[in-house]
């Protein structure tokens, strides 16, 4: 049986558009492909998750409009539980302006909307579904104090609980000393650590330092390059899958929402932490953040493939 995933987070809808090169300010560029579709860093993971098998509940808040109620049917067509999606009536629906240039680098403005408004009452309303989680997969784009709230809870009943630590801000020691795993970009490790990654050395001591703040296992995603694994007994930098990327968007949700997949499968957090890598080298070749996270059997294939491939050009 495999075990429970709750997400707990946002959801916007993304409006993206494809352009040869990120505007300056007071620059205006002519774009090309313009799409829309879900977002938010929550139900990015939350689908990541739900798409390699994992049994998924998704707690949130949305406007009530139409936005908030394609959200509900979107995540219900992924096979999401969706009866933990709070309506707001007064606030719109979380939506996020995602520009992408040729080289699949991407500039994103949020209007959170309904998300900011994701309070501790809330949590405790769906307490017995957080209590149930055996993972809790959480971001930062629902207010700090609730989030922390949920991950005490979690923490106290003995589930596994997953940070991705976005967008980046600084946290208190309280809320990181009831993390399991923390899963930082460069970016949010130097601003939570106050160390700047200059290379692998630099890597381990941010590691140390999560650790003296009372994380288990640090995963840092280094984009294109691959991710830096600090476990317990491991510390190890292991590289990407090299891929022809479209589009950025969305690839660390992949490997958060995939992690918190694979581990509820009982997979160790090292495989599963490399499996991740694999789902998340996938995504960037799709267009879009959720439409990209792929299903377990093209993981499998991919990995099966590419270790094919690499035998060939060794050979």
């Known amino acids: 049986m495999k075990n429970k995933v709750v997400v707990i987070g946002s959801y916007n809808t993304d409006m993206t558009i494809k352009t040869k090169k990120i ?4 620059e205006t560029v002519i774009g090309g492909f313009f799409s829309t579709g879900g977002g938010g860093k929550g139900a990015n993971q939350a689908i990541a998750a739900a798409r390699l098998g994992a049994d998924v509940s998704f707690i949130a808040r949305v406007g009530n409009d139409l936005f908030g109620q394609e ?11 969706t009866r933990f999606i709070f309506r707001d009536t007064e606030l719109p629906t979380g939506v996020a302006f995602i520009v992408v ?14 998300n900011a408004a994701l309070s501790k009452e809330d949590i405790e309303t769906v307490k017995s579904e957080i209590l149930s989680a055996d ?6 784009e629902s207010p700090v104090e609730t989030i922390k709230d949920a991950i005490k809870k979690a923490h106290v009943k003995g589930a ?12 208190d020691n309280d809320l990181l000393s009831n993390v399991d795993i923390i899963t930082p970009n460069i970016v949010e490790a130097e601003m939570l650590t106050g160390i700047k990654v200059t290379d692998e050395e630099s890597l381990k001591h941010i590691v140390n330092e999560f650790f003296e703040f009372g994380v ?7 984009g294109s390059k691959g991710y830096f694994a600090g476990l317990p007994n491991v510390m190890e930098y292991v590289p990407s899958f090299k891929v022809n990327a479209i589009d ?8 958060s929402g995939s992690l ?3 581990l509820a499968e009982g997979i160790s957090l090292e495989k599963a932490a490399r499996m991740s890598n694999a789902a998340a080298s996938i995504s960037v070749t799709r267009i879009g953040a959720q439409n990209a996270a792929p299903k377990g059997s093209e993981v499998q294939e991919f990995i099966t493939s590419y270790k094919v491939a690499e035998s060939e050009i060794v050979n």
Request: hydrophobic share 50%; proline share 6%.
């Open 23 to 26: 505007p300056g300010p007071g």
């Open 71 to 81: 959200a509900i049917q979107k995540l219900n067509e992924e096979h999401i539980d």
């Open 101 to 114: 240039d040729d080289k699949a680098e991407n500039s994103i403005v949020v209007a959170s909307g309904a």
């Open 135 to 140: 993972i809790l997969l959480v971001q930062l």
């Open 160 to 171: 596994t609980v997953i940070l991705n630590p976005a967008p980046a801000q600084k946290l």
């Open 216 to 222: 288990k296992n640090v995963l840092i995603t280094l």
């Open 248 to 255: 950025t968007t969305g690839a660390g949700d992949v490997f």
């Open 260 to 262: 918190a997949a694979f």
